[in-house]
T-cell receptor
Framework: EAGVAQSPRYKIIEKRQSVAFWCNPI?????LYWYQQILGQGPKLLIQ????????DSQLPKDRFSAERLKGVDSTLKIQPAKLEDSAVYLC?????????????????FGAGSRLTVL | AQSVTQLGSHVSVSEGALVLLRCNYS??????LFWYVQYPNQGLQLLLK??????LVKGINGFEAEFKKSETSFHLTKPSAHMSDAAEYFC????????????FGAGTILRVKS
């Protein structure tokens, strides 16, 4: 099966500019995640969608970050305006929807990531 | 809140030597635990996961990990390192019930010397 597709792979912008990242998950995966991976740190969850609804966006800086998954398939993550500390790799992942007592065992499939450099 | 701590941001081993990457978790109840590997400029790939069926879990590429509740640990091992094992390794935890949000450790970079 095709993997999780992300674009662009690399983006360099100046602070206060805006940027958008796109993700196309594995076909049939109901759940989609955006993670932020800052150099030297583990990935941190920004937002989780289940179909086109938001499950968890508690760590999304909503004053500058936004994300949508309008048709329950692909998703866009936007940053406006960007800050220096937003320099990171933005990873998209997807998984099947497994509800109930075994949901925590679900395996995420990650894309290659979009590397953002803010100057 | 759940968390994982990976001991050692960098580990260096000789080719053919034992690989040991350490991970300790913090959770009020035994969670699900995962090890992911990340090669340069690639996304994360699942190595193995613990979901309570067996405490010794075997994964891909000869890696295995043992869940030890008494030590709250889930260390990753491989008997003999290969040059291709050089990568960054992440331990992650999720709750058993209530969703599949993964919380990652800071990662350990494995270097394999020839």
């Amino acid at each position: 099966e095709a993997g999780v597709a992300q674009s662009p792979r690399y983006k360099i912008i100046e602070k206060r500019q805006s940027v958008a990242f796109w993700c196309n998950p594995i076909s049939g995966h109901a759940t989609l995640y955006w993670y932020q991976q800052i150099l030297g740190q583990g990935p941190k969850l920004l937002i989780q969608f289940q179909n086109n609804g938001v499950v968890d966006d508690s760590q999304l800086p909503k004053d500058r970050f936004s994300a949508e998954r309008l048709k329950g398939v692909d998703s866009t993550l936007k940053i406006q305006p960007a800050k220096l500390e937003d320099s990171a790799v933005y990873l998209c992942a997807s998984s099947h929807l497994i509800a109930g007592p075994f949901s925590g065992a679900n395996v995420l499939t990650f894309g290659a990531g979009s590397r953002l450099t803010v100057l | 809140a759940q968390s994982v701590t990976q001991l050692g941001s960098h580990v260096s081993v000789s080719e053919g030597a034992l690989v040991l990457l350490r991970c300790n978790y913090s959770s009020s109840v035994p969670p699900y635990l995962f090890w992911y590997v990340q090669y340069p400029n690639q996304g994360l790939q699942l190595l193995l996961k613990y979901t309570s069926a067996a405490t010794l879990v075997k994964g891909i590429n000869g890696f295995e990990a043992e869940f030890k509740k008494s030590e709250t640990s889930f260390h990753l091992t491989k008997p003999s390192a290969h040059m291709s094992d050089a990568a960054e390794y992440f331990c992650a935890v999720s709750k058993r019930i209530g969703g599949n949000k993964l919380v990652f450790g800071a990662g350990t970079i494995l270097r394999v010397k020839s």
